[in-house]
């Protein structure tokens, strides 16, 4: 993680994925243990681990903590704002490669596309509409990006807002480009834990002109139950050259207009 990227964590958002880093590789640990790591008082950890049990994504028991490795830390912003964040930078660089000034874009929750605000200004002016808490703040300042916040129910886990008057929302719009990631790939499909990410995913497809999909290789090892779009729909497809031959290969037979990055 470079240090532009660490600004848009606090040190609190450290500690908690440090926690969940931790946990996620071994599975449990003692509060008494996760405060001498982390070199803080057992009362920061407890405040800590408050946050992230409220988020569903740990469970104290006697004085250890535990988590279960599932598809829940694949949907925690925090978890993935922290996962691969170089491929996902080269990926949001070769995004604004298809983007022009004076287009108007929607742009999904996913930490993939959070970081085309880092090229934004290459494109500039362009109107961004978007349910993205981080993307918000991100672009709130920029004295060329007319910015639209789509509203909605706010969904902690995701940093994002969705429902039923997001959905509308989106709705009204129609857009020349969306910029998108997804949860999991299997096949030639885009698939997600979550009904209400998989409405408003798939409403910003309809109202798109252009789409476009970014993907690093952490995208083809989870697996989820809601089927969102194939991957036919999108104008291009984003791939990380790290993803395996393999599956670029039957991506590539199914007629998949991919560009690796």
């Given at each position: 993680?470079?240090?532009?990227?660490?600004?848009?964590?606090?040190?609190?958002?450290?500690?908690?994925?440090?926690?969940?880093?931790?946990?996620?590789?071994?599975?449990?640990?003692?509060?008494?243990?996760?405060?001498?790591?982390?070199?803080?008082?057992?009362?920061?950890?407890?405040?800590?681990?408050t946050?992230?049990?409220?988020?569903?994504?740990?469970?104290?028991?006697?004085?250890?903590?535990?988590?279960?490795?599932?598809?829940?830390?694949?949907?925690?912003?925090?978890?993935?704002?922290?996962?691969?964040?170089?491929?996902?930078?080269?990926?949001a660089?070769?995004?604004?490669?298809?983007?022009?000034?004076?287009?108007?874009?929607v742009?999904?929750?996913?930490?993939?596309?959070?970081?085309?605000?880092?090229?934004?200004?290459?494109?500039?002016?362009?109107?961004?509409?978007?349910?993205?808490?981080?993307?918000?703040?991100?672009?709130?300042?920029?004295q060329?990006?007319?910015?639209?916040?789509?509203?909605?129910?706010?969904?902690?886990?995701?940093?994002?807002?969705?429902?039923?008057?997001?959905?509308?929302a989106?709705?009204?719009?129609?857009?020349?480009?969306?910029?998108?990631?997804?949860?999991?790939?299997?096949?030639?499909?885009?698939?997600?834990?979550?009904?209400?990410?998989?409405?408003?995913?798939?409403?910003?497809?309809?109202?798109?002109?252009?789409?476009?999909?970014?993907?690093?290789?952490?995208?083809?090892?989870?697996?989820?139950?809601?089927?969102?779009?194939?991957?036919?729909?999108?104008?291009?497809?984003?791939?990380?050259?790290?993803?395996e031959?393999?599956?670029?290969?039957?991506?590539?037979?199914?007629?998949?207009?991919?560009?690796?990055?």
């Open positions: 993680m470079t240090d532009q990227d660490s600004l848009h964590l606090s040190k609190a958002d450290h500690r908690r994925s440090e926690i969940i880093r931790i946990l996620m590789e071994s599975g449990s640990a003692q509060i008494k243990d996760l405060a001498t790591a982390l070199d803080v008082s057992l009362m920061t950890v407890h405040r800590d681990l946050e992230l049990h409220d988020r569903g994504l740990v469970r104290r028991i006697r004085g250890s903590v535990s988590v279960e490795k599932s598809m829940l830390f694949e949907s925690s912003y925090l978890y993935r704002a922290r996962q691969h964040v170089e491929e996902k930078r080269r990926l660089k070769a995004a604004v490669g298809h983007l022009e000034p004076g287009n108007a874009i742009w999904d929750d996913s930490s993939t596309t959070y970081h085309v605000c880092d090229f934004i200004d290459q494109v500039t002016p362009v109107t961004v509409i978007t349910n993205a808490l981080p993307v918000m703040e991100t672009l709130r300042d920029r060329d990006v007319e910015l639209i916040a789509l509203g909605g129910k706010y969904i902690r886990v995701y940093n994002g807002f969705f429902g039923m008057a997001c959905e509308k989106i709705r009204s719009y129609r857009v020349d480009v969306a910029l998108m990631s997804t949860t999991t790939i299997q096949g030639t499909s885009l698939f997600t834990q979550d009904e209400h990410v998989v409405r408003a995913k798939q409403a910003m497809i309809e109202i798109a002109r252009k789409k476009i999909l970014l993907v690093d290789e952490s995208k083809f090892h989870f697996s989820a139950l809601n089927f969102v779009a194939d991957l036919s729909v999108f104008d291009v497809v984003l791939v990380s050259h790290s993803v031959q393999s599956i670029i290969g039957r991506m590539r037979e199914a007629g998949v207009r991919i560009e690796l990055v």
